[in-house]
């Protein structure tokens, strides 16, 4: 496969989300999943995916240390649009071990802990999430950050070794939002409040209008150290240093 995805990645290149979306469910069936952080771009790609094949495979990875909007999302949207998510949990024994040698608030202390958190939090369950497929789909976009900037819709993912699809790649917030209000697709509360970026509750705050929108996110920390952990290969930021195209969701 690793082989056959640039016929792929040439094919979509210019093709619409939805478009996109038809093409990749038709090619890997239930070999495809698509990875739902409950923020406004996977909503969008959730009501879409849905409304092709509403047997299509969408995966939550549950940390543990999401804001309770967050679960709201997933009961409006498992009720309204009859989604059946997968939800992936933490192993127990690995995040009982951490807290107790490392304290509840671990990921403030320094950059360590916070990729330790995220590692055990996301990092292997998503490794389980992936394990029964062949290729997955993710909300990211490219104006979202300096390190999604060369992000295409068709990537091939070194990390997890299958195809990546971004079918977002392209649109803008505005575009976004747009399809939101226009299919009144259910969307979490906070996006109303200021978080336009929504991951665990301790690491995500409100941002000023005119900040980054990946402000709020490790706002504690140096911006060329914010992306979670997902993103890492072998310890480093593959996106950031390299420029290729191995990176991962949060
Ligand atoms: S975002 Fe924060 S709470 Fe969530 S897994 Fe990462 S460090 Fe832990």
Redesign the pocket.
């Given at each position: 496969m690793a082989s056959d995805f640039k016929l792929l990645q040439q094919e979509l290149k210019q093709a619409s989300a939805q478009d996109v979306l038809v093409r990749v469910l038709a090619e890997f069936g239930n070999r495809i999943v698509l990875a739902s952080s409950l923020g406004a771009e996977d909503q969008v790609l959730t009501h879409m995916a849905f409304s092709i094949n509403p047997d299509v495979r969408v995966f939550v990875l549950d940390?543990?240390?999401l804001h309770s909007e967050t679960y709201d999302v997933i009961a409006e949207t498992q009720s309204k649009l009859g989604v059946k998510y997968e939800i992936y949990f933490p192993d127990a024994k690995s995040v009982e071990d951490m807290v107790n040698e490392k304290g509840i608030n671990?990921?403030y202390a320094s950059v360590e802990?916070?990729?330790?958190?995220?590692?055990?939090?996301?990092v292997e369950p998503l490794r389980r999430a992936l394990s029964s497929a062949d290729a997955w789909i993710t909300g990211l976009r490219r104006s979202q950050s300096v390190t999604r900037a060369k992000l295409d819709t068709v990537e091939w993912d070194d990390a997890h070794n299958m195809l990546k699809v971004n079918p977002l790649a392209d649109w803008s917030e505005d575009d976004v939002w747009q399809y939101i209000k226009s299919n009144s697709v259910p969307y979490n509360a906070l996006h109303d409040v200021g978080f336009p970026s929504i991951?665990?509750?301790?690491?995500?705050r409100a941002i000023a209008p005119g900040e980054d929108v990946r402000a709020g996110?490790?706002w504690w920390e140096d911006p060329a150290n914010k992306e979670?952990?997902l993103h890492v290969v072998d310890g480093k930021l593959v996106r950031a240093k390299s420029g290729d195209s191995k990176e991962v969701f949060e």
């Amino acid at each position: 496969m690793a082989s056959d995805f640039k016929l792929l990645q040439q094919e979509l290149k210019q093709a619409s989300a939805q478009d996109v979306l038809v093409r990749v469910l038709a090619e890997f069936g239930n070999r495809i999943v698509l990875a739902s952080s409950l923020g406004a771009e996977d909503q969008v790609l959730t009501h879409m995916a849905f409304s092709i094949n509403p047997d299509v495979r969408v995966f939550v990875l549950d940390t543990g240390r999401l804001h309770s909007e967050t679960y709201d999302v997933i009961a409006e949207t498992q009720s309204k649009l009859g989604v059946k998510y997968e939800i992936y949990f933490p192993d127990a024994k690995s995040v009982e071990d951490m807290v107790n040698e490392k304290g509840i608030n671990l990921f403030y202390a320094s950059v360590e802990n916070r990729k330790t958190c995220c590692g055990i939090r996301k990092v292997e369950p998503l490794r389980r999430a992936l394990s029964s497929a062949d290729a997955w789909i993710t909300g990211l976009r490219r104006s979202q950050s300096v390190t999604r900037a060369k992000l295409d819709t068709v990537e091939w993912d070194d990390a997890h070794n299958m195809l990546k699809v971004n079918p977002l790649a392209d649109w803008s917030e505005d575009d976004v939002w747009q399809y939101i209000k226009s299919n009144s697709v259910p969307y979490n509360a906070l996006h109303d409040v200021g978080f336009p970026s929504i991951g665990c509750a301790p690491c995500t705050r409100a941002i000023a209008p005119g900040e980054d929108v990946r402000a709020g996110r490790w706002w504690w920390e140096d911006p060329a150290n914010k992306e979670c952990g997902l993103h890492v290969v072998d310890g480093k930021l593959v996106r950031a240093k390299s420029g290729d195209s191995k990176e991962v969701f949060e």
